[in-house]
T-cell receptor, first 110, second 115 residues
């Protein structure tokens, strides 16, 4: 299976704290993407990191990729209540369409 | 700019009934997808269409059929609905299935209940 596995399944933090979510996968990848899903909505693309990149930033988001460990992490700095959502990683192996794991449910308490 | 539009938004079906979920995108994307998401779960790929004229099975294709009507439209049909198909269905599209264009854009979902 090419889908990623997110950890933890659920995370609850206070507003202003940093949130870190991890993703592990099993096969070689071409790129890895992170998506966010607000309750009752479709997924929204956050960031893409290529296999030859180790770190990427977008606003308050920082993504790292360690291909030797087959893992990625998403860091959200200075979390806000509006960051409350589920976060999914999607590793792309190049063989088929993107598939998704069960995600990390992030709750940011105001 | 509407992006990916799905209809209907909500539907209740009786076991054994059939229905078609419609999806259209206005981004001139080549690839389109249907996913399902069960409560508290991740998304599972049902079918996808890498380009107009092609369709391929995903992780959970049984009980479904698809039609890529043209470049814009990709429909999902349930021929004989079962309670196990109660789920939220998401249509999505992307410039391609592979990089550099495989960032996926999702619709808002169709809530289907089979009783």
């Amino acid at each position: 299976s090419q889908q990623g596995e997110e950890d933890p399944q659920a995370l609850s933090i206070q507003e202003g704290e940093n949130a870190t979510m991890n993703c592990s996968y099993k096969t070689s990848i071409n790129n890895l993407q992170w998506y966010r899903q607000n309750s009752g909505r479709g997924l929204v693309h956050l960031i893409l990191i290529r296999s030859n990149e180790r770190e990427k930033h977008s606003g308050r988001l920082r993504v790292t990729l360690d291909t030797s460990k087959k893992s990625s992490s998403l860091l959200i700095t200075a979390s806000r209540a509006a960051d409350t959502a589920s976060y999914f990683c999607a590793p792309f192996t190049g063989r088929r369409a993107l598939t998704f794991g069960s995600g990390t449910r992030l709750q940011v308490q105001p | 700019n509407a992006g990916v539009t799905q209809t209907p938004k909500f539907q209740v079906l009786k076991t054994g009934q059939s229905m078609t979920l419609q999806c259209a995108q206005d981004m001139n994307h080549n690839s389109m997808y249907w996913y399902r998401q069960d409560p508290g779960m991740g998304l599972r790929l049902i079918y996808y269409s890498a380009s107009e004229g092609t369709t391929d099975k995903g992780e959970v294709p049984n009980g479904y059929n698809v039609s890529r009507l043209n470049k814009r439209e990709f429909s999902l049909r349930l021929e004989s609905a079962a309670p196990s198909q109660t789920s939220v269905y998401f249509c999505a599209s992307s410039p391609s299935t592979g990089p550099p264009g495989n960032t996926i854009y999702f619709g808002e979902g169709s809530w289907l209940t089979v009783v």
